[in-house]
């Protein structure tokens, strides 16, 4: 007989790659038990730092590869469970930590830990993630990188500071000069919500416009949602299910056309 552990690692994989994936994230047990299906993996920078993540694999290799940022919890057991669903729409998911291992729960909590984020050693964590990714042996050659709130500017700024194929953005701080978006090398598509009091439509206005001067225009597509800040979270009060599930497909299907060919 299954024991319960079993029966929740079943329910996860059935659910990942259809509609049930909302519920899994939503559902502290079940993102644990997707969580579980990641493997933690390290690099160590220079001589002293180590940092980690969580490396899952698709059934069929060798693969495209996806590197995935958090939000400002940290690399919390939902964004885990995001990279298996990642793996199980056929992408090499890795899930990068920039927090140090903390995982906040709190808003406060979370702000301060984002607070103390250093760009530098940030630029650094991701840039040697991307290289072993594009290095590693279950790999096409080929990456993307994906980030929400916190995680959707370093997405951004992971593909300013190292060759991406394809960029996407959840909502997250844009830079407004065009002289560092003439380093992106892939295309870019941003998710942002009408509501959004942080991500707001007079900075992705700048983004754009930055764009247009950088050459880069072509390059974007931008959605907007009749939604707020995180829409895309489903275990947060703003969740929006029908956006959500319209900009996975969209993301879904951007990779699609540029990591898989």
Excluded at 50 to 78: C, F, K, R
Aim: proline share 3%; aromatic share 8%; hydrophobic share 45%.
């Amino acid at each position: 007989m299954l024991d319960d552990a079993q029966i929740g690692r079943r329910t996860v994989m059935k659910g990942l790659a259809g509609a049930s994936f909302a519920a899994v994230l939503a559902d502290p047990v079940l993102a644990r038990a997707a969580a579980e299906e990641t493997e933690a993996v390290s690099l160590t920078l220079g001589s002293d730092k180590t940092v980690q993540a969580a490396l899952a694999l698709p059934e069929t290799l060798p693969a495209p590869t996806v590197l995935l940022i958090h939000e400002w919890w940290g690399l919390n057991d939902q964004i885990k469970a995001t990279a298996r669903a990642y793996a199980a729409n056929g992408y090499v998911a890795l899930a990068i930590d920039l927090m140090g291992g903390s995982v906040a729960t709190t808003p406060d909590a979370a702000q301060t830990q984002m607070a103390n984020v250093d760009a530098d050693e940030a630029t650094e964590t991701c840039t040697a993630w991307m290289a072993w990714l594009r290095n590693h042996e279950a790999s096409n050659g080929t990456l993307g990188t994906v980030g929400w709130c916190f995680g959707g500017g370093w997405s951004l700024n992971a593909s300013l500071a190292a060759p991406s194929d394809a960029t996407v953005i959840y909502y997250g701080r844009l830079v407004q000069e065009a002289e560092p978006l003439k380093a992106l090398k892939g295309p870019v598509l941003g998710h942002f919500a009408t509501r959004d009091g942080y991500i707001n439509a007079d900075m992705v206005g700048g983004f754009e416009r930055a764009m247009a001067e950088a050459g880069k225009a072509d390059s974007l597509t931008v959605h907007w949602y009749d939604a707020d800040h995180a829409f895309a979270n489903p275990s947060g009060s703003r969740y929006d299910e029908e956006d959500a599930k319209l900009s996975w497909a969209r993301t879904m299907a951007f990779f699609a056309q540029h990591l898989k060919g």
